[in-house]
């Protein structure tokens, strides 16, 4: 057949669409007729192009057809917020959403989101409450502190708190802590934003109390204190710890405040890894006011919670940059539901997703992924597989340096190199995320859930069979 005929034979968009069989509830009559059309431009365009000797080999049926325009229609309107599967090993990982919520809290969340909730009504006056008094509750309870406020993310609250306090004043920080934190959150940045004269004190490894005194003048708002929670400094070093800044803070009458940035609720040590300041232990040491994220350690969603001081949080509930930052219902709903998990430490163990990942034994690491294997080996695949150990990492700004030792699947493949195969399994419905090292495709299996194991399994024999 000549071009012209190939041209000619192709049916009309309404013909299509009489026969093809896109019988999906789930896309429109238009949307099905946009696809139809983009589809026969597709081979009109391959007819075309092809060369003549090339033409026979083509063929459209409605067959054909159907499976371009399901393909043009799943493509055109998928979501673009996409599940993925962590391979990484990095708990973590701010790039694929960070902290997991619990699924025990799915009901408490979803009901608060589909439904009229007394999110700023107080039921017992029946009349207008504030949506800040719902998480308050639960953190009173579980930390003795004397008032709460919870915002966006705690980028949101260190520019609250540096905004309310040292607006066109001063704020004290010192050179070891001035750090940025995933590329877009610098503490000067944040500064300068805030409208806050940032005063920088001591040296990068050395800052002493004397140096934060002498800085002090009448312009002096705020003394800070950054947690750098995603660099060390190691060897000669030297910094403020939290009660001497607190008693200069008392001397001189101005309040201090700690970007605790993870905010963990557990000692670490418990789970092997090396001691991070806690949550608890930062509001013991009687600082005014601790902010620290919702979805790092805590394990929550984003949010960036602001403890300390009534008459300090009073004043942050009147700066209208608050209602900027306000925080919305369902994050209230998941954080609150996420902190009553912590009443129980055994059930926020096993039921917080960030948690159990961090507390794994390598005993429990050792039998997951074995059975992830099995069920790999079984599908009598054309890869090659192995179990080795390996390390995954906290990530997400928190604890630098500290790896843990885990198990990962070691994949290969002689059909493809290491960065292909990264890009198919990648790719694939899946979107199975590894990593390479040393030229390496690899699994860890501490950031693979449970329920994942028979996806993965399956998404590697439509792909390898
Ligand atoms: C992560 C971090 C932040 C930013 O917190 P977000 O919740 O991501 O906005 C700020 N300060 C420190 C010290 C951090 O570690």
């Not at 057809?65 to 229609?73: A, D, G, S």
């Not at 503490?187 to 002493?208: C, D, H, Q, Y």
């Not at 605790?260 to 670490?268: E, M, R, T």
């Not at 399994?425 to 860890?444: A, N, P, V």
């Given at each position: 057949m000549e071009k012209r005929d190939l041209l000619r034979n192709l049916p009309a968009v309404e013909e299509v669409l009489k026969q093809v069989n896109i019988k999906d509830d789930s896309y429109t009559k238009s949307m099905k007729t946009e696809a139809v059309r983009e589809s026969l431009d597709y081979f009109r365009n391959m007819i075309l192009d092809s060369s003549d000797g090339n033409l026979e080999k083509i063929k459209i049926d409605n067959d054909e057809i159907t499976i371009k325009v399901r393909e043009i229609l799943e493509k055109k309107y998928s979501l673009s917020l996409e599940k993925v599967i962590n391979g990484t090993g990095t708990i973590l990982h701010t790039n694929l959403g960070r902290s997991l919520l619990s699924e025990s809290i799915k009901d408490e969340v979803w009901k608060i989101a589909s439904g009229y909730s007394n999110l700023e009504y107080d039921l017992e006056k029946g009349k207008r409450g504030s949506r800040y008094i719902h998480v308050t509750k639960m953190i009173k309870l579980l930390f003795n502190v004397e008032d709460v406020l919870v915002v966006n993310n705690n980028a949101a609250a260190v520019l609250l708190v540096l905004s309310t306090f040292a607006k066109n004043k001063e704020a004290i920080v010192s050179r070891g802590e001035l750090v940025e934190v995933g590329g877009a959150f610098r503490i000067p940045s944040v500064m300068s934003m805030s409208g806050a004269k940032l005063v920088e004190v001591g040296s990068t490894n050395k800052t002493r109390i004397e140096d934060y005194e002498e800085a002090i003048t009448e312009e002096t708002k705020l003394l800070m204190k950054v947690h750098?929670?995603?660099y060390k400094l190691i060897g000669f070093t030297e910094n403020v710890p939290n009660n001497e800044l607190n008693v200069l803070g008392k001397k001189y009458n101005i309040p201090v405040v700690e970007?605790?940035?993870?905010?963990?609720?557990?000692?670490l040590e418990k789970f092997g890894l090396k001691h991070e300041p806690t949550i608890a232990e930062s509001i013991k040491s009687g600082i005014d006011i601790i902010t620290f994220s919702g979805d790092k350690l805590l394990g929550g969603p984003q949010a960036g919670i602001i403890v300390g001081k009534k008459e300090y949080i009073d004043e942050m509930k009147k700066n209208q940059l608050l209602r900027a930052l306000r925080v919305d219902k369902i994050t209230l709903a998941a954080l609150e539901a996420t902190l009553k998990l912590y009443f129980d430490e055994e059930k926020a163990k096993d039921n917080i997703p960030t948690i159990r990942m961090l507390s794994y034994s390598i005993e429990e690491l050792e039998t997951r992924i074995k059975i992830l294997l099995n069920k790999i080996s079984n599908k009598n695949l054309d890869i090659e597989i192995s179990i080795e150990n390996e390390f995954s990492t906290i990530g997400g700004g928190s604890m630098p340096g500290e790896v843990i030792p885990s198990k990962v699947l070691v994949i290969s493949t002689n059909k493809l190199s290491v960065s292909k195969l990264e890009e198919k399994l990648r790719l694939s419905k899946s979107h199975i995320i590894g990593r390479i090292k040393e030229d390496r495709y690899m699994l860890d299996i501490r950031t693979i859930q449970d329920d994942e194991f028979d996806i993965i399994a399956n998404e590697l024999e439509s792909l390898f069979k």
């Amino acid at each position: 057949m000549e071009k012209r005929d190939l041209l000619r034979n192709l049916p009309a968009v309404e013909e299509v669409l009489k026969q093809v069989n896109i019988k999906d509830d789930s896309y429109t009559k238009s949307m099905k007729t946009e696809a139809v059309r983009e589809s026969l431009d597709y081979f009109r365009n391959m007819i075309l192009d092809s060369s003549d000797g090339n033409l026979e080999k083509i063929k459209i049926d409605n067959d054909e057809i159907t499976i371009k325009v399901r393909e043009i229609l799943e493509k055109k309107y998928s979501l673009s917020l996409e599940k993925v599967i962590n391979g990484t090993g990095t708990i973590l990982h701010t790039n694929l959403g960070r902290s997991l919520l619990s699924e025990s809290i799915k009901d408490e969340v979803w009901k608060i989101a589909s439904g009229y909730s007394n999110l700023e009504y107080d039921l017992e006056k029946g009349k207008r409450g504030s949506r800040y008094i719902h998480v308050t509750k639960m953190i009173k309870l579980l930390f003795n502190v004397e008032d709460v406020l919870v915002v966006n993310n705690n980028a949101a609250a260190v520019l609250l708190v540096l905004s309310t306090f040292a607006k066109n004043k001063e704020a004290i920080v010192s050179r070891g802590e001035l750090v940025e934190v995933g590329g877009a959150f610098r503490i000067p940045s944040v500064m300068s934003m805030s409208g806050a004269k940032l005063v920088e004190v001591g040296s990068t490894n050395k800052t002493r109390i004397e140096d934060y005194e002498e800085a002090i003048t009448e312009e002096t708002k705020l003394l800070m204190k950054v947690h750098t929670s995603n660099y060390k400094l190691i060897g000669f070093t030297e910094n403020v710890p939290n009660n001497e800044l607190n008693v200069l803070g008392k001397k001189y009458n101005i309040p201090v405040v700690e970007d605790l940035g993870s905010g963990v609720y557990f000692d670490l040590e418990k789970f092997g890894l090396k001691h991070e300041p806690t949550i608890a232990e930062s509001i013991k040491s009687g600082i005014d006011i601790i902010t620290f994220s919702g979805d790092k350690l805590l394990g929550g969603p984003q949010a960036g919670i602001i403890v300390g001081k009534k008459e300090y949080i009073d004043e942050m509930k009147k700066n209208q940059l608050l209602r900027a930052l306000r925080v919305d219902k369902i994050t209230l709903a998941a954080l609150e539901a996420t902190l009553k998990l912590y009443f129980d430490e055994e059930k926020a163990k096993d039921n917080i997703p960030t948690i159990r990942m961090l507390s794994y034994s390598i005993e429990e690491l050792e039998t997951r992924i074995k059975i992830l294997l099995n069920k790999i080996s079984n599908k009598n695949l054309d890869i090659e597989i192995s179990i080795e150990n390996e390390f995954s990492t906290i990530g997400g700004g928190s604890m630098p340096g500290e790896v843990i030792p885990s198990k990962v699947l070691v994949i290969s493949t002689n059909k493809l190199s290491v960065s292909k195969l990264e890009e198919k399994l990648r790719l694939s419905k899946s979107h199975i995320i590894g990593r390479i090292k040393e030229d390496r495709y690899m699994l860890d299996i501490r950031t693979i859930q449970d329920d994942e194991f028979d996806i993965i399994a399956n998404e590697l024999e439509s792909l390898f069979k």
